[in-house]
C-alpha cells in the first residue's frame, strides 16, 4: 500500500513547496526562547510579540530570508563587575525564526517596555477568473 503524503495527493498540484515548508518550521527548533506571543490584530494583520527583557534595540536584528521572518538577539558583554546573588533575567542569544506564507509582510517592527512587537500584514489576493480556449483538432 503506497502512503500518499500532502504533495503527492492527486488533487492537490503543485503544493509541494507546502510540504518543504512544514518540514523548515518543524526543524527550526526554537526551545522556547525567548517567550513570545502571535496575535491577530485585525482582518489581516498579525503580531508578534517576544519579551526581550535586558536586550536593547541594538543587540536586536530583524531579517526575512526566504520566506522565513529571522529575529536574533546578541548582547555584548557586560564591562562592569556586577556579583549577582541571583541571576533571573537571560542574556543569552537567541534566533527566532517564523515561516510566512506567499503574500504575508512584515509592516513593522516596535519595542516598548521589554517587549519587541513585529507587525504582519497580509495581502488580499485578487480573485481572477480565467477562460480557457478549448482547441479543436489534434492536440500535440
Known amino acids: 500500500m503506497t502512503k500518499l ?3 503527492s495527493h492527486p488533487y492537490l498540484l503543485g503544493f509541494d513547496q ?3 515548508l512544514v518540514e523548515r518550521s518543524a526543524k527550526s ?3 522556547g526562547y525567548p517567550p513570545f506571543n502571535i496575535e491577530q490584530r485585525g482582518e489581516h494583520a498579525y503580531r508578534i510579540t517576544l519579551a526581550v527583557a535586558g536586550f536593547a534595540e ?3 536584528s ?3 530570508e526566504d520566506r522565513q521572518l529571522v529575529i536574533r538577539g546578541k548582547q555584548a ?3 562592569d563587575d556586577r556579583v549577582f546573588l541571583h541571576r533571573g533575567i537571560a542574556t543569552r542569544q537567541f534566533q527566532r525564526s517564523f515561516v510566512l506564507a506567499d503574500g504575508v509582510d512584515v509592516a513593522g517592527a516596535s519595542m516598548e517596555h521589554g517587549l519587541l512587537h513585529v507587525d504582519l500584514n497580509r495581502a488580499v489576493p485578487e480573485s481572477v477568473i480565467q477562460t480557457i480556449k478549448i482547441e479543436t483538432g489534434g492536440a500535440s
Open 29 to 31: 527548533g526554537n526551545e
Open 77 to 79: 558583554p557586560a564591562d
Open 58 to 60: 541594538d543587540d536586536l
Open 62 to 64: 530583524i531579517t526575512v
Open 18 to 20: 507546502l510540504e518543504r
Open 5 to 7: 503524503t500532502l504533495a
